[in-house]
C-alpha cells in the first residue's frame, strides 16, 4: 500500500491499493469519525459497489445506511444535495454522524458539499471509484455543485479526513471512464512533471490495458503533485489555479454540450487549445501542442472541438467560469512541460483563432 499525507488545515491521508475497498470498515472503526455513517453513492455505484460495502460495514459492527441519486451530471444540482440532506435528517443523522462519498467525481462534490452544509458541517471521508475522482477531484478538498450557468458556481474548500484509492474499482466502469481519467494525469505531465509526461508517453498501452503497477504509478504521482500544490495553497489564492490548465476551454465545452462529453475529454481538448495558445502568443520556449495532441491520441482522447458547436457560444460560457479571476480571464499556459504561466485576457481574436483551429 502507498501513502501520501496531505498537509492543509485538516491533514489527512491518502492510501492507495489495489483490493482497498474491504479494508476501509476497518480502518474507518480505527480512525473513529463517527458513530454512523451515510454512505452516498449513485444509483450505478450504489448496485455495483454500494452495497456489499454496506455489508461490510455491518460485518464490522459500524452503523451505516446507504443513500442513493440517479447517476450522471445532471443530478449534481442543489435539488440532490437536499433531497439527500432531507433522508439523512428524516433517518435520524446528528452531527456525530460521517458521510461517505462512494463513487467517481460527481458523487465526490456533492457528498462533500452536503457533508460541508449538514448541521454545519459533519466529516467525510472520499472513496473514488473513477480513474478521474482519483487522481483528481478526491484530493484537495474542493466541493461543490452545477448552475445552469456553468459548472462548480456553487462549493465550499472542505478537506475529506481521509482518501481510500483501491484502483481495482475501474474495471467496474466502462472503458471511456478510464480514459476520461487519463486526461487529467495528462495534465499533471504538462503542469508539473515533464517525467510523468514521459511514462505516459512509454506506457500508453499498459495503462489502457489496466495494468496494476502502471497504474498504481500514475495514480500515486498525480496525487503526489496534487498534494504539494493544495498544501501550499488549499484555497486557490495563487498556486493552485494551475490545476486548471486545460480547463478554461474545457469547462466552456463541457458547460456548452450540456455535459453530454465527459470531463476528461473536454480537459484534453481544453489542453491542446492551451498549447495552442501558448504558442501563438510565444508564451512557449518550446512546441508542446505537436507532442501533446500526439500523446492524447495515443490515449485515444479527443482533440478537435466536437462539430455544432459555434466560437461565439464557448466564449459566451467562457465569461462565467470560476477561473475568471478579479473580472479578467485568466489561462493557464506552459512555457514548457513542467513550467505553467498564468496569463490575463488573452486577445479575444486569438482565443477565437485558437477555437476555430480546433472546430472539427
Known sequence: MKKLNVQTT????ILISGGLLTEVPQDLKELDLGYRYALISDSNVAELLGEDLLRLFRQEGLSAELFSFPAGEASKNMDTVVDLARKMVRAGFDRKCAVIALGGGVTGDLAGFLASIYLRGVPYVQIPTSLLAQVD??????????????????GTFYQ????YIDYGTLTTLPFEHLKNGLAEVVKYGCIASPALFSFLETHSERLLRYDAEALEHIIYESCRIKAE??????????????LNFGHTIG?????ATNYQLLHGFCVAIGMVAAARLSEKLKVSKEEISPRL??????LDLPT???????????????????KVWKGRLTFVLLKRLGEPVFYEEPPEELVIEVIKELSA
Open 10 to 13: 485538516r491533514p489527512y491521508q
Open 137 to 154: 477531484s478526491s484530493v484537495g478538498g474542493k466541493t461543490g455543485v452545477d448552475l445552469p450557468e456553468g459548472k462548480n458556481l456553487l
Open 160 to 163: 475529506p479526513a481521509r482518501v
Open 229 to 242: 500544490v493544495v498544501s501550499r495553497d488549499e484555497k486557490e489564492g495563487g498556486l493552485r489555479r494551475i
Open 251 to 255: 469547462h466552456a465545452i463541457e458547460a
Open 293 to 298: 495532441v500526439s500523446l492524447l491520441k495515443r
Open 304 to 322: 478537435q472541438i466536437p462539430q455544432g458547436l459555434a466560437p461565439a457560444e464557448i466564449l459566451s460560457f467562457l465569461r462565467t467560469d470560476k
